[in-house]
């Protein structure tokens, strides 16, 4: 703990922009934030229902107590459509089943420039765990105060920083629904943007920023544009142990983005065992690494202000069309922080092959039958070619050592 309020104090005070507010400000605003998002009362805030609603209205309040415009529909702050869910794989559903009234939250700021940036984080998550939880006991409420209360928070702390600053931009900040879902707020977006959207120079996103540990941060879509790369390392500092991701296509809003040729940054600190659990409570919130974060965007923003509109670059599509096809699973959360040579284990699923199979987190998944595992795509490719039943040997590094299991999927 101590080696990180070190940090902070040395960043905060060597940054090259700062915020108005002070520290304890702005700390406390965040902890207000993330503490009535992920509140009991507001149910887990999944799409569609009471909790997503009342999470809406506290977005558009918060908005509109920063002096931002309505960019919704109708004068609106809200974007509000209906969307049908499909099966797991993606099957069209019996017609009995509901269509989910889904609403983004839009404030802008506008300066009169030619550009607008976009700042984005999703506001819904799981409710109480029905669809996507990795919980394995008795049904709960999911309060995502990470996921993605903190991303929401960032928000509209940089919509009330951004007002009067760095003009050569407008500022739209969207609040998506339907993230865990599969981006359907961010997708329907890009599909009907309420300003033209080619007007957009770039887009951030924020999914995950609460949990800053030991300094580690993670960025996906450098290579969206050729600018990225020095200006990361001009705003981000040595101290940071920054893993970069160039590809525009993840599992987050900027995807919706990216696929329209606007370049992206997806800020996120890090998977946890609290992932998708109702375990993941504002009092696991790092607060002091969220001010990092925050300030390393503003100082993204502020870097920009005078280089006019960006230069999009297509990146590695990773996307369904090149992501191996697989009906089996080991039970782990990959450590998406790891950049190293193998898939890192970040947790294990109780009671799941690989729980069975004894492997433990923080192994490093090397090798799956006769296919060496480099990386995610490569542990995807493995994991296709194997089907309920099947048993193969799985090589995993423990430290220094090479552990050899027997899995059966």
């Known amino acids: 703990m101590q080696h990180r309020i070190f940090y902070f104090l040395f960043f905060l005070f060597s940054a090259p922009f700062c915020f108005a507010q002070t520290n304890s400000e702005l700390i406390e605003s965040l902890k207000k934030d993330v503490t009535y998002l992920a509140d009991d009362k507001l149910e887990g805030r999944e799409t569609g229902t009471p909790g997503s609603e009342a999470a809406a209205e506290y977005i558009a309040k918060r908005f509109m107590e920063a002096g931002l415009q309505p960019k919704g529909n109708n004068g609106t702050f809200f974007q509000v459509f209906s969307q049908k869910p499909k099966g797991v794989h993606g099957e069209t559903l019996p017609d009995s089943v509901k269509e989910v009234s889904v609403k983004n939250v839009l404030g802008y700021i506008g300066n009169g420039a030619a550009t607008t940036v976009v700042i984005g984080a999703h506001y819904d998550h799981l409710g109480y765990g029905d669809e996507g939880s990795l919980n394995t006991g008795t049904k709960a409420i999911h309060n995502g105060a990470d996921d993605n209360a903190s991303g929401t928070a960032a928000l509209l702390q940089l919509a009330e920083s951004l007002k009067g600053k760095y003009k050569s931009n407008n500022y739209l900040f969207i609040a998506f629904s339907g993230e865990e879902k599969g981006l359907w707020g961010s997708s329907y977006y890009s599909k009907n943007s309420t300003i033209p959207i080619s007007t957009i120079n770039y887009m951030i996103n924020m999914d995950m920023v609460g949990r800053l540990t030991e300094n580690k941060l993670a960025i996906y879509g450098t290579g969206t544009s050729p600018v990225w790369n020095d200006l990361l390392k001009k705003v981000i500092p040595d101290s940071i142990k920054l893993t970069k991701t160039e ?84 039970g782990v959360m990959p450590d998406y922080m790891f950049s190293g040579k193998g898939m890192q284990i970040s947790a294990v699923r109780e009671g799941k092959p690989a729980a069975k199979a004894g492997l433990l987190a923080g192994d490093i998944v090397i090798k799956i039958g006769k296919t060496n595992v480099t990386d995610m795509q490569s542990y995807m490719q493995a994991l296709s070619l194997y089907k309920t039943g099947d048993k193969v040997k799985v090589i995993a590094l423990r430290g220094k050592k090479k552990v050899a299991v027997k899995v059966e999927f």
Not at 263 to 287: A, M, R, W
Not at 292 to 310: F, M, P, R, T, W
Not at 311 to 318: L, V
């Open 247 to 330: 590809s525009g296509v993840g599992p987050s809003d900027h995807t919706s983005f990216y696929l329209k040729d606007i370049p992206v940054l997806h800020f996120f600190t890090g998977q946890h065992e609290d992932y998708h659990k109702p375990s993941d409570d504002v009092e696991k919130i790092n607060f002091n690494g969220m001010v990092a974060v925050i300030n390393y965007i503003e100082n993204v923003i502020a870097e920009l202000n005078d280089d006019g509109k960006l230069a999009f670059t297509k990146t590695k599509e990773e996307d369904k069309a090149n992501t191996p096809a697989f009906k089996v699973t080991l």
